[in-house]
C-alpha cells in the first residue's frame, strides 16, 4: 500500500514546514474580504499561521501575512486572529 502524502506548508510567523492541519488558515478570496478559514478549504490566495501568540507577533510586526496575501491586511483581521490565539 502507498503511504498517503501529508501536505505541508509554511508558517508566515516562524517560517517553519508542518502539517498543513496544524495551522490558521488567513484566506484572500479573488472577490471579497480577507478573513480566517477555519476549514481550510476556502479557495483564493492563503497564508498559514501556528497557533501560537509568538508567531502571530512575528508575522504582525514584519507584515508577513500582509507579503503573503499580495495585498494590504485589515486591521480587524489583525484583531480577530490575536482574539482567536489569546484564548
Do not use: N, W
Amino acid at each position: 500500500m502507498k503511504k498517503k502524502k501529508i501536505p505541508q506548508r509554511m508558517c508566515v510567523g516562524c517560517q517553519e514546514m508542518k502539517s498543513k492541519k496544524e495551522f490558521i488558515r488567513v484566506v484572500k478570496p479573488q472577490e471579497g474580504d480577507i478573513t480566517i478559514d477555519p476549514t481550510g478549504k476556502k479557495p483564493g490566495r492563503g497564508a498559514y499561521i501556528c497557533p501560537e501568540i509568538d508567531c502571530f507577533k512575528k508575522a504582525y510586526k514584519s507584515k508577513r501575512l500582509d507579503k503573503a496575501l499580495k495585498t494590504a491586511v485589515p486591521h480587524q483581521v489583525y484583531q480577530s486572529l490575536e482574539d482567536r490565539l489569546s484564548d
